[in-house]
């Protein structure tokens, strides 16, 4: 959705309340498909002594699997973003501002962008999820699957042999 902002860019002190709900089908993160539940934004773009401002919370819920176990693990998400806006920028590598050209920014990317950038690196269902069983792939959260726990790493195997002898 597209935000006009001509009126705030000209007139000082002045504000647009932001209260929008996207919704995406095309979210990855790590190369793996979120299934993500509508984003719901809320917030304002503020124009205080000519500096124009766009605050906002987007909460939505997403699932994805875990990394340790596979399980599909939902949660729940309340995130607050600050953008400072304008229209022209001398250094354009800054990612702090971001550069609003025609007076007109694209929310429906930028949520996308600042949703996909906060991502956790490692999406757990637990914090003390126990994982996979390497040798039989048992799911460890749900018992124990009675394998020896003792398995030599197979580049020491040879080390043990000579030991042995």
């Not at 773009?45 to 909460?59: D, H, P």
């Amino acid at each position: 959705m597209p935000l006009e902002l001509n009126d705030i860019f000209v007139t000082p002190d002045s504000s647009l309340a932001v209260d929008e709900c996207f919704v995406y089908d095309d979210l990855s993160a790590e190369g793996e498909q979120l299934t993500v539940s509508p984003v719901q934004v809320k917030g304002q773009v503020r124009n205080t002594g000519g500096l124009v401002e766009l605050c906002y919370t987007a909460e939505f819920s997403y699932s994805k699997p875990c990394d340790r176990c596979l399980a599909i693990a939902e949660k729940s998400v309340k995130q607050e973003f600050v953008h400072t806006l304008a229209l022209s920028a001398e250094n354009e590598d800054n990612d702090d501002i971001i550069i609003v050209a025609g007076y007109t920014l694209d929310l429906f990317s930028l949520v996308r962008d600042d949703i996909l950038l906060e991502m956790p690196i490692k999406h757990l269902c637990s914090e003390d999820c126990l994982g996979l069983c390497p040798t039989c792939g048992q799911n460890l959260n749900e018992g124990s699957c009675g394998c020896k726990k003792e398995a030599v790493d197979p580049r020491m195997a040879v080390l043990d042999q000579l030991l042995q002898d």
